[in-house]
């Protein structure tokens, strides 16, 4: 079994899959009613900008030449590669994580889609329509609220704040011993005691384990690289805990996935996570945490009466 087969939480990587591609089809469906940016800069493509959008990527990227091309036209009216350079950058991250090679295709027909509603809409003179002109001020309400909400948490992130918070999570990781191991799986107690037999007689344990372990690990050599003790089934990491760096398990282990003979290879003190692999998620949890403590100043200085559903006091 790999390493994420023998946690005590099974990792469910196909949802993973289907959860993007229907991120894919709910973005570029309702991607359809919304106006882009018009005005683009006709300018040569910024390389930053290339390299972004092909983000995500594994192997080689798509060779990509420099330049603002036209892509597309419709009804005489060109689409450059930065219209939908923009686009993509309005997806979800999940989005645009995507190859490329596949994304660009879909986001060209969506911007074409969005030139076709754009030019109906304009034709049908809706500027002062009246749902017109009070979508526009709702959406202009909340902009400015935004701006200002967004404005207000700026000014009170600081770098010093954010060590502070990554200070306090160094504190609550605390020092997490890990083991190195390797493991043969096998299905019956009787084939796993024959492989600790052969162990004992100088079989080559990488060997072994390439040769009888049942695991997806086996091609490495049945290598499970480092873990915690709360990341195994329980009996996994208790037999690999107690048994010292270099030695084997004499007695194969049982658990639900089948009958293991353990390798540990070395234990260490888990390295502490480097600020910057954590500094997005620490601000953002700032940037939450400041938001909630302003509003409820704000609360606090204001004069607030509550009313139920038909407009009695709320007894507090």
């Known amino acids: 079994m790999a390493k994420e087969e023998i946690k005590q939480e099974e990792n469910k990587g196909g949802a993973g899959l289907w959860i993007a591609l229907a991120v894919v089809a709910v973005a570029l469906a309702v991607g359809a009613f919304v106006m882009t940016k018009n005005g683009v800069a006709e300018t040569e493509t910024d390389k930053s900008e290339i390299t972004a959008s092909a983000e995500g990527q594994e192997g080689e990227e798509p060779m990509i030449k420099l330049g603002n ?6 009804n005489q009216e060109e689409i450059k590669r930065s219209d939908v350079f923009t686009f993509i950058s309005s997806l979800p991250e999940q989005v645009r994580a995507m190859p490329i090679e596949s994304l660009f295709p879909m986001a060209l027909e969506q911007v074409i889609n969005n030139k076709l509603v754009t030019t109906k809409a304009s034709s049908a003179n809706l500027e002062n329509d009246p749902e017109v002109e009070q979508l526009v001020a709702q959406n202009k309400e909340q902009i400015i609220r935004n701006v200002y909400l967004e404005r207000q948490v700026n000014e009170r992130v600081t770098q010093k704040k954010l060590l502070d918070s990554y200070n306090e999570l160094l ?19 009787e084939e796993a005691r024959e492989v600790v037999k052969q162990l004992d007689e100088g079989a080559d344990f990488a060997e072994l384990a390439k040769e009888k372990s049942t695991g997806p690990s086996a091609e490495a050599g049945g290598d499970l690289g480092y873990f915690a003790k709360n990341e195994m089934v329980p009996e996994f990491a208790e037999a690999a805990f107690a048994l010292d760096p270099g030695a084997y398990s004499k007695d194969p282990v049982q658990t639900q996935f089948g009958w293991h003979v353990i390798k540990v290879e070395e234990r260490r003190k888990r390295p502490e996570p480097e600020f910057e692999l954590v500094k997005p998620q620490l601000e953002a949890q700032l940037r939450q945490q400041i938001l909630t403590e302003l509003v409820q100043e704000w609360q606090e200085d204001a004069k607030i009466s509550k009313f139920d559903i038909n407009g009695e006091p709320v007894q507090n």
């Open 69 to 74: 091309p036209v892509v597309a036209v419709v």
């Open 171 to 189: 504190a609550q990781i605390g020092d997490v011993q890990e083991t190195k191991a390797s493991h043969i799986l096998v299905e019956t107690e």
